[in-house]
T-cell receptor, first 113, second 112 residues
Framework: EPEVTQTPSHQVTQMGQEVILRCVPI?????FYWYRQILGQKVEFLVS????????KSEIFDDQFSVERPDGSNFTLKIRSTKLEDSAMYFC???????????FGSGTQLSVL | SQQGEEDPQALSIQEGENATMNCSYK?????LQWYRQNSGRGLVHLIL?????REKHSGRLRVTLDTSKKSSSLLITASRAADTASYFC????????????FGQGTRLTINP
């Protein structure tokens, strides 16, 4: 079965540093999402992306966050200046246009020290 | 805000028993989905039920939807130890973006 691939699986960074989380979507999928989950809490929507632009973003997705699809395959989430409270598991999810279910990657565990 | 709330937050049962989890939401929806998450892993889609459907089955899973009460339930029959996971309901709203809004989840433990 096709998979969403996320790298790295773990990322440790110092507060104030930039991080880039990467995702390779399923090849024929058109809708891309980033979610995050703080340990033991619910899965929170960050941003949706379609046709090379942001469709919707949450309050969490402030100016420190950005997304892009730099090469037509990878889908990245950048956090410019990380904060302690950015520590969470970040999930990429993708969806094709015929089916409303999301396919999730295994996540990147981000730890900000 | 429109949001799923699962009940109970945690459920522990013996293998072979049935497990029922409930979800409530606040605003009108297009569909409601259930996902499963094994510890430290991504979410896996289990089943989708549309707003005009009342019940849906998939293997040992049975989902019901009551739009008048804005609630859904997920029943897992004949539970197995491998069903141990967290289960989340998620909704897409009418006239909204494609995003799914997830609830808090129910942590299900199946004891052998």
């Amino acid at each position: 079965e096709p998979e969403v691939t996320q790298t790295p699986s773990h990322q440790v960074t110092q507060m104030g540093q930039e991080v880039i989380l990467r995702c390779v979507p399923i090849s024929n999928h058109l809708y891309f999402y980033w979610y995050r989950q703080i340990l033991g809490q619910k899965v929170e929507f960050l941003v949706s992306f379609y046709n090379n632009e942001i469709s919707e973003k949450s309050e969490i997705f402030d100016d420190q966050f950005s997304v892009e699809r730099p090469d037509g395959s990878n889908f990245t989430l950048k956090i410019r200046s990380t904060k302690l409270e950015d520590s969470a598991m970040y999930f990429c999810a993708t969806e094709d246009w015929t089916d409303e279910k999301l396919f999730f990657g295994s996540g990147t565990q981000l730890s900000v020290l | 805000s429109q949001q799923g709330e699962e009940d109970p937050q945690a459920l522990s049962i013996q293998e072979g028993e049935n497990a029922t989890m409930n979800c409530s939401y606040k605003t009108s929806i297009n569909n409601l989905q259930w996902y499963r998450q094994n510890s430290g892993r991504g979410l896996v889609h289990l089943i989708l039920i549309r707003s005009n459907e009342r019940e849906k089955h998939s293997g040992r899973l049975r989902v019901t939807l009551d739009t008048s009460k804005k609630s859904s339930s997920l029943l897992i029959t004949a539970s197995r130890a491998a069903d141990t996971a967290s289960y989340f309901c998620a909704t897409t709203i009418i006239q909204g973006a494609q995003k799914l809004v997830f609830g808090q989840g129910t942590r299900l433990t199946i004891n052998p």
